[in-house]
């Protein structure tokens, strides 16, 4: 049987703040800090370690991860860090509070663009000092950076991400463990278990709480649980 352990990054200081934050690079809050300790031990606890990690390039999993590795005693573990994993792109709406946003736009609108799988949020201009394009660690990336993404749009790049990268560890039985995002992550979840259009909307997937998938040598999922 193979094991594949997914991490949603700790709270983060946008979070609390109730704030779209998409690719924004921000930190844990305290109790952030605490969910991502919690989530090594519990890892520590069921004696699982690891062969290889992935995170987003996004500090909050970033440093989520880091504490888990620090807690597992695994520090040295390697480390694949990709955009490919970052969160979902909010265009214009990230570091706007989004019930302000609610109030601009209207809840429909905005739960349009939040839960639907299509519907893209506005743009972000790219001569904006927030658009990937103008950040050093993006500098290497040959592929169009988004704008704005649609819930799909992440889906597909996390899936292709899984279905061309990931797979080929997993298939040599390789402890691989991820940390990433919410939406990063319900993309992944809604690939690996065949989740509906509709059905893959409601998921919410909580912070700092490891989620174990096993695997059988198809890489098709036997089942999938949280870890106490």
Known sequence: ?????????????YNKKNLFTGWLDVGLTIKGVQEAKKAGKIIKNNNMTF????????KRAQKTLKYILK???????????????????????QGLNKDKVKKQYGEEQVNLW???LYEKPPAL????????????KYKNIKE???????????????SNYYENEITKKLKEHKKVLIVAH?????????YLDNISNNDIIKLE?????????????ELKPIRHYYLK
């Open 1 to 13: 049987m193979i094991k594949l352990i997914i991490v949603r990054h700790g709270q983060s200081t």
């Open 51 to 58: 062969d290889i990690a992935y995170t987003s390039e996004l």
């Open 71 to 93: 807690e597992i005693n695994q520090k040295k573990l390697p480390v694949i860090k990709t955009y490919k994993l970052n969160e979902r792109h909010y265009g214009a709406l």
């Open 114 to 116: 939040r839960r639907s």
């Open 125 to 136: 201009s790219k001569q904006d000092k927030t658009y990937p394009g103008n950040d050093p």
């Open 144 to 158: 169009e950076l988004p704008t704005s993404e649609s819930l799909y749009d992440t889906m597909l790049r996390v």
């Open 182 to 190: 919410g939406n990063s992550l319900r993309a992944l979840i809604k």
């Open 205 to 217: 997937i909580p912070t700092g709480e490891p989620i174990c998938y096993e695997l059988d040598e």
